[in-house]
């Protein structure tokens, strides 16, 4: 299988680590994040998916991992130590990120009755219960100003009432080696009683920022989706990095209907992108009208494995479903080069306290 030297291999990117750390994922999807952590040196004791292509997809591609297709909330009530047979003394890191929801209760300082209801409030369940070393949850950047800051305010107290140190930072996988515009804003608590001895830090941005020519050459072939004949001959007429405003304005106004009096730039309508620049985010739909991503030498959607190749999967790395649902699957995923760096970090910050306490352990005997 050809791939070029700036595609992102899960292989390439493991680490010989004389440390295995656990770790759970929930919310998994199709493996972005999961990859990233597997890479960085985890060993993944569980993973929960509710959707089934999706779940489907992790098993198609790593049979030895603990895929669990079911509804997170018929799980979070169970003793989560014995239903992950966890033999460990203790959970090392949580991860996932759950879809962003408003909260009944917000503002209210119920504490974690604030998020009954949600899909969150079975992450906050799973890390009250399994009191990892640490956590990871990412989400949106939007996350922090959803409900007027409400809910991430929320969101904060509940982690920090469950015992946890809590630092944050919005971080655009571009600058991270991903050839994609995409900003994830990542949560990371350290428990308590370690705050002294765990230090974490947030991936160091990389000085060269990739775009799509570093990793669109020799994509393997997969299926996609077409535009219809009369939107790829008005695509034919937008330059690479162009949008609407680079063809002619009856034209633009005949295709943009009661788009063209709307007001602000609307730079998502017939956008098409160049080989010199990265991707806008990865969307869940090839082809959605105000959020165009046309390619950038045929007037087409991405394929598949393109849409692959930006969110950094490896080429042998399969989706399963109808093409619509490995799209989606794709465009909900988290980079998985992003995962690494981030990844990476907590485990260096796990390494060093394992080898902390190792050392003082050795003093004592001594």
Not at 109 to 134: C, N
Not at 183 to 195: Q, Y
Not at 228 to 256: C, Q, T
Request: net charge neutral.
């Amino acid at each position: 299988m050809n791939t070029t030297k700036k595609s992102t291999n899960s292989s390439k990117l493991m680490q010989a680590n004389p440390y295995r750390f656990s770790a759970i994922e929930l919310f998994a999807g199709a493996g972005g994040l999961a990859l990233g952590i597997e890479a960085a040196g985890f060993d993944t004791i569980g993973l929960i998916e509710f959707d089934r292509d999706a779940a489907d997809t992790l098993k198609l591609n790593r049979p030895e991992w603990n895929v669990i297709h079911d509804d997170i909330a018929n799980i979070s009530g169970l003793d989560l130590l014995d239903y992950f047979s966890i033999q460990v003394k203790e959970l090392d890191l949580l991860s996932g990120g759950a879809p962003c929801q408003a909260f009944s209760y917000a503002g209210k300082r119920l504490g974690l009755e604030d998020a009954r209801g949600t899909l969150f409030y079975h992450y906050a369940v799973f890390l009250k219960k399994l009191q990892p070393k640490v956590f990871l949850f990412e989400n949106v950047r939007g996350l922090l100003t959803h409900n007027k800051g409400r809910t991430y305010q929320t969101i904060f107290d509940i982690f920090s009432e469950a015992g946890y140190t809590i630092q944050k930072k919005v971080v655009n996988a571009w600058n991270h080696g991903v050839a994609q515009k995409r900003e994830r804003l990542i949560t990371i608590g350290i428990r308590n009683d370690l705050v002294d001895e765990l230090f974490i830090d947030f991936p160091t941005e990389h000085e060269y920022k990739p775009v799509l020519r570093d990793v669109l050459m020799s994509v393997p072939e997969s299926e996609g989706t077409q535009y219809s004949e009369h939107k790829r001959k008005i695509f034919e007429l937008v330059p690479p990095g162009g949008y609407w405003r680079d063809i002619p304005e009856n034209i633009a106004k005949d295709y943009m209907k009661s788009c063209w009096e709307m007001e602000g730039g609307r730079t998502g309508i017939l956008r098409r992108l160049s080989m010199d620049e990265p991707s806008l985010t990865v969307l869940t739909s090839p082809s959605q009208k105000q959020t165009d991503r046309c390619h950038p030498i045929e007037a087409r959607p991405f394929t598949i494995r393109e849409n692959a190749r930006i969110q950094c999967f490896p080429d042998e790395w399969r989706f399963c479903g109808k093409v619509g649902s490995q799209y989606k699957q794709i465009g909900n995923a988290v980079p998985v080069q992003l995962a690494f760096e981030i990844a990476k970090e907590i485990y260096s910050g796990l390494e060093n306290l394992s080898c902390g306490n190792y050392l003082s352990f050795q003093s004592k005997i001594s």
